[in-house]
């Protein structure tokens, strides 16, 4: 699976922004999908994923409420709609695939995804 994110840009506090993943190949719909970003000078870490079949999301407590992740199977695409975004939420924020056969539907842990998008690049000023 090939990923490729788009959607960044600059935004102002209190702004919205949608991410959106296009996904290649024809096993799009047996991953899991999920978002991640880094910050500079931080580590990865995860922001929200979504069931292969998606019927179950999950968040990050710091972007819960204000973040909704979705998944369209038919267009082979995952979007992260962003609102009230906040400067600490600026970063590169990367789509990534888990493979539905894995235990669960997400993990914390960026290194045990399977596939990994370019990322794009959201500045919040405040």
């Known amino acids: 699976v090939q990923l490729q994110a788009s959607g960044g840009g600059l935004v102002q506090a209190g702004g919205s922004l949608r991410l959106s993943c296009a996904a290649s190949?024809?096993?799009?719909?047996?991953?899991?999908m999920a978002w991640f970003r880094q910050a500079p000078g931080k580590e990865r870490e995860f922001v929200a994923a979504?069931?292969?079949?998606?019927?179950?999301?999950y968040y990050a407590d710091s972007v819960k409420g204000r973040f909704t992740i979705s998944r369209d199977n038919a267009k082979n695409t995952v979007a992260l709609q962003m609102n009230s975004l906040k400067p600490e939420d600026t970063a590169v924020y990367y789509c990534?695939?888990?493979?539905?056969?894995?235990?669960?539907?997400?993990?914390?842990?960026?290194?045990?995804?399977?596939?990994w998008g370019q990322g794009t690049l959201v500045t919040v000023s405040s």
């Open positions: 190949g024809r096993t799009f719909s047996s991953y899991n």
């Open positions: 990534a695939a888990l493979a539905s056969s894995r235990g669960s539907y997400y993990y914390i842990d960026p290194a045990l995804y399977d596939y």
């Open positions: 979504i069931h292969w079949n998606g019927g179950r999301t």
